[in-house]
């Protein structure tokens, strides 16, 4: 059984471009949420998808957007980036109601 | 009111010691407590989690200790192992209807010497 996988595992970007990250919720689960994770800090909540649809969100700007596909998956896109946003991209999976948050390994997303 | 504060920030200890860490929050809406371990390279991984109708909850060598008149808990890791070395996360989230989302503390690093 699969857990959470997420893709690309690092990434590099200028000031200015686009990025989409992908991720992969573990088997049996709907729900998925997206967090930032700084060097040295914990975890901060972005937002989180379920049947499809953006349910609650973290204080991050519009530039930060999601998607959540019908078999689960999700993406991040982050437009107009800035080099603050070079960070761990960290996506985990609940099934619905569920307490714990299954994470991946994250994505380490560079802006030059 | 959202925030977990979490101390120490790092945390030395020698091979067979008790590590403890520490967390306090504000808002009494949360009623779910995890505590997460992060591997460098890796994505935090759940360790143990604890409910406020709980004061203790033990696994293993894990134990997590909860005072909710304090607002208080904190994760004990006794017979601590080199292995043990990582970064360990508090954090605690409201049920599914009122958020669900998780706020963590700003992490321990916790260091095992042989």
């Known amino acids: 059984d699969a857990g959470v996988t997420q893709s690309p595992t690092h990434l590099i970007k200028t000031r200015g471009q686009q990025v989409t990250l992908r991720c992969s919720p573990k088997?049996?689960?709907?729900?998925v949420s997206w967090y930032q994770q700084a060097l040295g800090q914990g975890p901060q909540f972005i937002f989180q998808?379920?049947?499809?649809?953006?349910?609650q969100r973290g204080n991050f700007p519009d530039r930060f957007s999601g998607h959540q596909f019908p078999n689960y998956s999700s993406e991040l896109n982050v437009n107009a980036l800035l080099l603050g946003d070079s960070a761990l991209y960290l996506c985990?999976?609940?099934?619905?109601?569920?307490?714990?948050?299954?994470f991946g390994a994250g994505t380490r997303l560079s802006v030059l | 009111q959202q925030q977990v504060k979490q101390s120490p920030q790092s945390l030395i200890v020698q091979k067979g010691g008790i590590s403890i860490i520490n967390c306090a929050y504000e808002?009494?809406?949360?009623?779910?407590f995890p505590w997460y371990q992060q591997f460098p390279g890796k994505g935090p991984a759940l360790l143990i989690a604890?409910?406020?109708?709980?004061s203790e909850k033990k696994e293993g060598r894990f134990t997590i200790s909860f005072n909710k008149s304090a607002k208080q808990f904190s994760l004990h890791i006794m017979d601590s192992q080199p292995g043990d070395s990582a970064t360990y996360f508090c954090?605690?989230?409201?049920?599914?209807?009122?958020?669900?989302?998780?706020?963590f503390g700003q992490g321990t690093e916790l260091s095992v010497k042989p």
């Open positions: 088997s049996g689960h709907d729900t």
């Open positions: 985990a999976s609940s099934p619905r109601q569920g307490r714990i948050q299954y």
């Open positions: 604890i409910r406020p109708d709980v």
């Open positions: 808002n009494t809406a949360f009623d779910y």
């Open positions: 954090a605690a989230s409201m049920d599914y209807n009122q958020g669900g989302k998780l706020i």
């Open positions: 998808y379920y049947e499809e649809e953006e349910r």
